[in-house]
């Protein structure tokens, strides 16, 4: 076995293109002609495909397949697709709210991106196709033509994790073009996932581009870490770790990492951006496991946020003996006085009903309750979710730094 | 159907995944009991797994798969998996030359990622799991331990298109530290790809990262856009266009767009970047149909870039008429003239011996030599690989503003 003359995709496909652009352009086109010569590998069939009343329709061409059906995430049921006679399986969703909608085929029990849509997200090792249902909400999560921010992927020194780490970094399209200083809202992933995650699946570069555009939220610079203390970046571009994400980096941060946001990351970025370097302009904010990172955070630095916005999380103890939950629960009632006391301008909870963390977070806000702490509480409908997620950061971030 | 409460994967894995460091730290490891609770979605297998003589094991769970085999890129014949009696689907390369593999599953004729794989390139769209056997070269290929330069997407105004266009810019880890010029490489995609097939199959960040510290190259700014005339960005990114990246891109380039490229996009970096803004510090490089532009757009501009490099692709006629055909002889034969004169100091051709497009290079060799015109040709092994592109961009880039 070895490299070998390949008719490479990409050639093969764009000589077909020459070939039937000069068909075309001769006037003797004949649409049965291209159909029969297609293989599986170029079989091109319109998914997704939106309908009028914005059901959804999927297609796959999968001859050989026994069982065909798409999972759409945060959905509760798979929607079976039928095969046809020459072993195109479609199906069709209900009737969509406005929205992105991450989805994959499951063949024979395989999941796989659908070869007909080029959209599709990463985060971690999780890749899904997605489809953007279009209306008034959904319209924030793609770009238009307006002026567009930069996204950068920096690495900065950390002495504290004894390694290099990338921050991915999103400055406002007037960032370049004058000399102002900007205030920063840091955020924070979930679980599994790194610092890619709120980007292809939380579309802040198209959020903040349109929310600025439109004069809703005060131009910031967005910086997002990757919250796994022992990934340096993005397994999809470093070196795979033998133990990976997950365990390790939930239980360091809630150690050595989340120290190291204060003492490594924010001096990083207030050194190498233009930046007011004081608490009135510094925002922070993470979903599920940055979640509860951003309240350890904060709780250990009362004198640095001024905004802290919690996603879909409260106080977790799973996994804890009663002897940590008791010393845990001492140490955060004396923090969040502290933090009450330092002054904060914004505490901003938000979960869906339906979401397995609510209880974590009905605790967190009795917690806050029992210290009369102030903050806003945001209950949407639906689960743990990034429809949900994006969602809170276009309700959170016009609240930033006004 | 509606958004629910779901089991979110990344928390219920997370949730076991505590569970299990508890039981662990407990010292009342049982393997058998985590294997036992495992669903398919869940089933944790070594994949890819490289063997200690560089054959690489692939491994799949997919228990109600009639037919699995691994497609690798490049490669002319899939491996045949075989399926043991729970369903884990298991097969082995031959030894393999250090270097980066792109792969993916192929169940009941559908293309899979590897599941167990965290690293996968995109571009365009195709997607494919990858596996980065060791050795010297493919050490080039990966984030080694030494500084890092900067990863940045930045969007242009493109008048002569009609959009604001999206460009890849790495620069290198001293860029910041200094107020240096630095020369500039452009550098173009192929067929069907975007702005992020160098960055995600071509390594650029990573091959540069590790031949500076090597001192085998000079610190340089890369350039990569996106060359196909009708994208605003990666399809990824954007909505997609009813026609895509293929037909129409292709045609554009040929006229409209490698216009752009001397009137717009250099312009924009130069106004933007510290950089010397001299023939002498500028190259240009593309491979397949990003060597066609090459081609084109140093030929119209024979006062621009001092370094060419043309990878995979010579003089292509294919879709033309007679007519066509002697039309543009006529004037590439005048166009070369006219770059012989003004003079360069590299033009570099590289093509694998088993390239489809072998006979286009002879071509354009055989034109070269009728003007006596000088350029420096590598011919190596394989096809129209990536494989191939990323070693010709180690063999080019240390030849650059020296």
Chains 1, 2 share one sequence.
């Not at 999380?313 to 009450?340: A, C, H, N, W």
């Not at 979710?385 to 309700?395: D, E, L, P, S, V």
Request: hydrophobic share 35%.
């Amino acid at each position: 076995m070895k490299l070998k003359q390949i008719k490479s995709r990409e050639l093969s496909l764009r000589i077909k293109f020459i070939l039937l652009f000069t068909i075309t352009i001769s006037g003797v086109v004949n649409a049965q002609l291209d159909a029969k010569s297609l293989t599986p590998k170029d079989t091109v069939l319109k998914s997704p495909d939106i309908l009028q009343d914005n059901r959804v329709t999927f297609r796959i061409f999968a001859p050989k397949a026994n069982d065909v059906s798409v999972n759409m995430d945060g959905f509760d049921k798979n929607i079976q697709l039928v095969r046809d006679n020459i072993g195109i399986w479609t199906g069709t969703t209900d009737p969509l709210k406005d929205d992105i909608y991450e989805y994959t085929f499951i063949v024979d029990g395989a999941k796989v991106l659908d070869p007909n849509n080029a959209q599709a997200t990463r985060s971690g090792k999780k890749y899904q196709s997605f489809v953007v249902v279009p209306g008034e909400e959904s319209n924030l999560y793609v770009y238009n033509d307006i002026q567009h921010g930069t996204l950068s992927k920096r690495w900065y020194d950390s002495p504290l994790l004894g390694m290099k780490r990338r921050v991915c970094v999103y400055t406002p399209a007037d960032y370049e073009h004058n000399s102002k200083k900007y205030p920063v809202l840091y955020l924070l992933h979930g679980g599994m996932e790194d610092e890619d995650a709120w980007i292809t699946r939380g579309r802040v570069c198209q959020i903040m581009d349109n929310l600025i555009a439109q004069g809703k939220i005060k131009p910031m610079i967005v910086v997002m870490t990757n919250d796994n203390a022992n990934q340096s970046a993005s397994q999809n571009d470093i070196t795979p770790l033998s133990s990976e994400g997950g365990i390790k980096g939930f239980f360091n941060n809630a150690g050595k990492y989340t120290n190291t946001y204060v003492k490594e990351v924010i001096p990083f970025i207030e050194m190498n951006y233009r930046t007011y370097n004081n608490k009135e302009n510094r925002a922070i904010a993470g979903l599920s496991m940055g979640g509860i990172n951003v309240q350890t955070i904060t709780n250990n630095n009362p004198d640095v946020f001024n905004y802290i916005g919690v996603f879909s999380i409260g106080i977790v103890s799973i996994g804890m003996t009663p002897e940590m939950i008791e010393k845990s629960k001492q140490e955060r009632d004396e923090k969040i006085e502290v933090l009450k006391k330092h002054g904060y301008k914004l505490y901003w909870i938000g979960c869906g009903k339906d979401d397995m963390t609510y209880g974590t977070v009905r605790f967190l806000k009795k917690t806050l309750d029992k210290h009369d702490f102030k903050y806003l509480y945001h209950e949407s409908s639906g689960g743990h979710t990034w429809n949900n997620w994006r969602r809170y950061f276009t309700i959170f971030t016009p609240m930033l730094f006004k």
